[in-house]
């Protein structure tokens, strides 16, 4: 990567297209509660640029973005929401011409999003591919697969912050191996693209960051709402046993997922090992094929909204998922009719933090009442026979 990343950072009240628009604060009064680097320019009131020299600090910069917008569009009606939009682009020096490069994209990311309504999100995170590919792979599963702004720019879009996550499963081998550029290209070539016209953001098992790897893989194959798995090609030291045993268990598990296998090995057709064989896989060809790439990714993508069990109630509903490991639990599921009687958005939101908003919009002697009925409709689900205060 270039020595230099600038972030061109523009505000805009653009909730609601059919509102008046509301006049925006100058920038430097806004972000002035974030924790800014010394180096940034002011463009007009309601643009800023900012010169960073290694992409962390950008990225610590993005979360502060994500937290600063959760406090400043709290309860806020459609037309008072405040939306960021960003775009980080790499650079030989902090120019004027630089600068008037970034102004140009970001007004452009601005309008695409404004033609196209797309303003769910109040936090709208891009960066140019020259960025992307200089990122270490668990920071490029935070963003989109590619697309084409113009002409000449390609870039990526974060995900939103609350987007499900798909667990992909895929060999592991050594950086540069046959093995680890093939899992490498069907993740960006095949499930990446599917999974985020399909509203997944896709993570790969072998790159989980954290002191205790396999708590968190079991815990993904126990708890993500998807996953994907892809076999490998068995030309290649035969089937993983990592694989094998990950797919086991998300089968033993009876949660939805993907299988992907290369179509041929060696151009030769093989067999998938025994319990495998009545299992539908979706199969990418061995080598290269772009006239088959939009027909495979539809396919996967095809399967991916096949896995999503959607309850049919005429009643509000959601769906509750607790991890036993950890005691947490959070909604996958939620229907409209529920986010709109709950007043916020409750699909992918932890249940103590739906019922912190429930409890801010109730009278004061209801509060108590809700939280003993919470607490013991928890531990029943936790455990329903154990203690008999709550029979």
């Known amino acids: 990567m270039s020595s ?19 006049s925006v604060d100058s920038v430097s009064n806004t972000l002035v509660g974030l924790n800014l680097p010394s180096t940034i320019n002011y463009i007009g009131t309601d643009q800023a640029i900012i010169e960073f020299s290694d992409y962390k600090d950008a990225e610590e910069l993005i979360g502060n973005l994500y ?31 630089s600068a008037g490069t970034i102004i140009n994209l970001l007004n452009k ?3 695409e999003n404004l033609n196209n309504n797309n303003v769910a999100n ?47 499963v895929s060999p592991i081998d050594a950086d540069g191996s046959d093995i680890r550029k093939r899992s490498d290209y069907i993740f960006e070539t095949y499930i990446k693209p599917a999974c985020g016209v399909s509203e997944y953001r896709a993570v790969r098992g072998d790159m989980m960051m954290g002191n205790m790897i396999m708590r968190e893989v079991i815990e993904a194959l126990q708890s993500d709402p998807l ?112 986010t ?18 429930l409890e801010s919009l109730m009278p004061e002697n209801q509060k108590k009442p809700y939280k003993d009925e919470q607490e013991k409709l928890t531990f029943q689900l936790i455990s329903p026979t154990s203690d008999a205060r709550y029979t």
């Open 67 to 97: 937290t600063y917008s959760d406090e400043v569009n709290k309860l806020k009606s459609a037309q008072e929401v405040l939306f960021f939009y960003s775009i980080v682009i790499s650079c030989d020096s902090a120019s004027v011409s």
């Open 227 to 338: 996953v994907i798995v892809y076999l490998g090609n068995p030309k290649w030291k035969g089937w993983n046993p990592n694989v094998m045993f990950e797919l086991g268990m998300r089968v033993g598990n009876s949660l939805p997922f993907v299988i992907i296998k290369d179509s041929t090995s060696n151009q030769i057709k093989y067999e998938l090992p025994f319990d495998l064989k009545d299992i539908r896989c979706v199969d990418v060809p061995e080598d290269e094929n772009k006239d088959e790439l939009l027909e495979t990714i539809n396919t996967i993508k095809m399967k991916i909204k096949g896995n999503q069990t959607p309850v049919d109630c005429v009643h509000p509903y959601g769906i509750v998922k607790v991890n036993f490991g950890n005691q947490s639990a959070e909604y996958t599921e939620a229907s409209d009719s529920l």
């Open 340 to 357: 709109k009687l709950f007043g916020c958005k409750v699909e992918g939101k932890k249940l103590v933090d739906v019922n912190a908003h």
């Open 109 to 111: 990311i601005i309008t």
């Open 4 to 22: 230099k990343l600038l972030m061109a950072i523009g505000l805009d009240y653009s909730g609601d297209s059919n509102s008046p628009k509301k």
């Open 122 to 168: 109040p936090v709208k995170i891009y960066i140019t591919k020259e960025v992307y590919d200089s990122l270490a792979p668990n920071l490029q599963d935070l963003y989109h697969y590619q697309f084409k702004l113009d002409k000449s720019n390609i870039i990526h879009e974060r995900y939103a912050k609350d987007t499900k996550r798909c667990f992909v």
